[in-house]
């Protein structure tokens, strides 16, 4: 038997707003939005303009500053929207105002973690300052890809009323 989805009247639209500039799961977001009908919005700098593939691309183009982005998603978003970023930040920010923060990677950030997430950026952060660097993050795997198809299938599943 399919779900259920339960709609309440006064319900506004929920939006999954994606910190896009160097977001590697696009196409992800845009086929499962699509299964929940859920609106996405892209949001990036101008320096990363590009055309929609598509009519389902909803895109935002801000300024070039380095944390536009991030303060058009936190001045735009409301309570059950999703945020997909990399920045913890930005996430950081997020957590309290009742959204669903994830990573491409497929990791939900928690209020329980997120700081000892901010404190490993600060060291990183100081380590930078003093000329050491550390590899970056690997490259995104399959594993990852379907993770975060699976944490955001759940988070949709569950926002929607879907009994399982």
Same mark, same amino acid.
């Given at each position: 038997?399919?779900?259920?989805?339960?709609?309440?009247? +006064?319900?506004?639209?929920?939006?999954? @707003?994606?910190?896009?500039?160097?977001? &590697?799961?696009?196409?992800?977001?845009?086929?499962? *939005?699509?299964?929940? %009908?859920?609106?996405?919005? @892209?949001?990036?700098? @101008?320096?990363?303009?590009?055309?929609?593939?598509? +009519?389902?691309?909803?895109? !935002?183009?801000?300024? &070039?500053?380095?944390?536009?982005?991030?303060?058009?998603? *936190? +001045?735009?978003?409301? &309570? #059950?929207?999703?945020?997909?970023?990399?920045?913890? #930040?930005? *996430?950081?920010?997020?957590?309290?105002?009742?959204?669903?923060?994830?990573?491409?990677?497929?990791?939900?950030? !928690? %209020?329980?973690?997120?700081?000892?997430?901010? %404190?490993?950026?600060?060291?990183?952060? !100081?380590?930078?300052?003093?000329?050491?660097?550390?590899? #970056?993050?690997?490259?995104?795997? !399959?594993?990852?890809? %379907?993770?975060?198809?699976?944490?955001?299938?759940?988070?949709?599943?569950?926002?929607?009323?879907?009994?399982?």
């Amino acid at each position: 038997m399919e779900g259920w989805r339960i709609t309440l009247l +006064n319900e506004q639209e929920k939006t999954i @707003f994606v910190d896009a500039d160097a977001c &590697p799961v696009k196409d992800e977001i845009l086929q499962t *939005a699509s299964e929940y %009908e859920v609106q996405v919005l @892209f949001v990036a700098s @101008f320096e990363h303009y590009q055309l929609s593939r598509s +009519n389902e691309e909803k895109w !935002k183009y801000v300024d &070039p500053h380095k944390e536009a982005a991030d303060l058009y998603i *936190a +001045n735009h978003v409301k &309570p #059950g929207d999703i945020v997909v970023t990399q920045d913890i #930040g930005l *996430a950081s920010l997020l957590l309290n105002r009742n959204v669903s923060v994830m990573s491409e990677r497929g990791r939900l950030y !928690k %209020e329980d973690t997120i700081d000892f997430a901010l %404190e490993g950026r600060h060291f990183s952060g !100081k380590q930078r300052r003093k000329g050491v660097y550390a590899k #970056g993050p690997k490259k995104l795997n !399959k594993e990852d890809r %379907e993770r975060f198809i699976t944490l955001l299938q759940k988070i949709l599943s569950n926002d929607e009323g879907i009994l399982h």
